[in-house]
């Protein structure tokens, strides 16, 4: 709702159901004579509601804004255990049903404000409140906020940012809360209830009218929690770092070049071997891009990228020698090729296009640096892959 020109008033309300059953049938065998059937169903019901006071009067702009979440969770967990060689006969202490309910509920408030202190410097000052509860966890935290945004020269951008977070959880994965401080994303798809601190400085620079290039820094300082026999807190330091040239020659013709860095590390439980959650990990990508445009609409892109890792996992201590280190490492590299031919609809309509990933079907080993409750594809799959897309905008 717009009150007047420097004024606006939003709102937003999301309405969340979701059933999930996941079934096991495990056959028997003659080693162990008897089969199992299990059954997972997993209830989640609840909603989401924010509004947003948007103020603008000459070089401040203000944003401003309250929400709260409540999600009920219900968990039935079954599991039915026979012998299946005679005498057939169910088995009592395999055989049990489990009934879990929780209920998480959040209250967030904040205040942003974006001053233009002179033509080319805008500072951001913000501080937003979080109250988190899922029964499990309370955690109630005040997060300030900082970004500076300076345009020295023209074509010359300088960008830098100071935040404190609080990962919460969201009924439809979207909030009217501000995403980005200067650019620089705020809300990362991590455990709930995760508290980070964040850093980061970017500079990006028109060097020609063709020529494009820049680079970022981040760093991250978690406490998540975690459960390992029982639930507790553990840090995770995370940093990264990209740069980029990108250069158009010609009106149908962009070639791309980057290195992305990033490096994790985090606190370990002694002999708590899980390849899929490595205690430290360092990734090198290199991706070469170039892209062709034809004015009928008809484009196309071949990229070729670079991977080098270096996995830190910890050892399984019951299986190493005396005095054998803690952690172990695995050392990997690879490269892989992706391709796409298109066409972009009249009048801006969208586009379809068909593309390849891993173009020659290598082979190859990649940990995600993804850590978050749910499931995620990896950006590198050892299987040729093929897509058709569509992609409308109205």
């Known amino acids: 709702y717009k009150i007047n020109p420097n004024q606006d008033l939003i709102g937003s309300f999301f309405y969340t159901s979701i059933n999930n059953t996941v079934s096991d049938h495990k056959y028997f065998n003659y080693e162990d004579p008897y089969e199992t059937k299990t059954l997972d169903q997993n209830k989640a019901k609840g909603y989401q509601a924010e509004i947003q006071y948007l103020f603008h009067p000459g070089r401040v702009d203000i944003t401003t804004g309250l929400g709260y979440l409540n999600l009920n969770y219900n968990n039935v967990k079954s599991k039915l ?49 979080d109250s988190f509860d899922d029964q499990s966890m309370v955690r109630r935290q005040l997060n300030p906020k900082f970004g500076l945004l300076w345009k020295p020269i023209q074509g010359l951008t300088f960008r830098a940012a100071a935040f404190r977070t609080l990962k919460r959880p969201l009924a439809a994965k979207q909030t009217l809360e501000p995403t980005q401080v200067v650019g620089f994303n705020q809300i990362y798809d991590t455990y709930n209830g995760t508290t980070a601190w964040h850093y980061a400085f970017a500079m990006d620079y028109n060097l020609t009218r063709t020529i494009f290039l820049g680079g970022e820094l981040i760093w991250r300082k978690t406490n998540e929690p975690f459960v390992y026999e029982a639930l507790t807190n553990r840090n995770r330091n995370e940093s990264g770092f990209l740069s980029y040239i990108y250069w158009t020659p010609l009106d149908w013709l962009a070639f791309s070049s980057e290195y992305r860095y990033q490096q994790f590390s985090r606190d370990y439980n002694g002999n708590n071997l899980d390849f899929t959650d490595p205690q430290s990990l360092a990734t090198h990508q290199v991706p070469l891009t170039v892209k062709f445009f034809h004015p009928n609409g008809i484009f196309a892109k071949f990229s070729g990228t670079y991977v080098k890792q270096q996995v830190g996992l910890v050892s399984d201590f019951d299986m190493l020698p005396a005095n054998s280190p803690p952690i172990t490492f695995d050392n990997g590299r690879f490269w892989t090729f992706d391709t796409a031919l298109g066409y972009r609809l009249p009048k801006k309509l969208g586009t379809v296009s068909f593309e390849v990933h891993n173009l020659f079907d290598s082979n190859m080993r990649y940990q995600s640096v993804f850590n978050a409750e749910g499931p995620q594809m990896s950006p590198f799959i050892p299987q040729r892959q093929f897509f058709l897309k569509l992609s409308l905008f109205f």
């Open 81 to 129: 255990a026979q012998w299946i060689l005679p005498p057939p006969d169910v088995i009592p202490e395999l055989t049990y049903t489990t009934l879990l309910q929780s209920t998480t509920q959040h209250f967030n408030g904040y205040l942003y404000a974006n001053q233009r202190l002179l033509h080319n410097l805008t500072t951001v000052l913000g501080i937003s409140y």
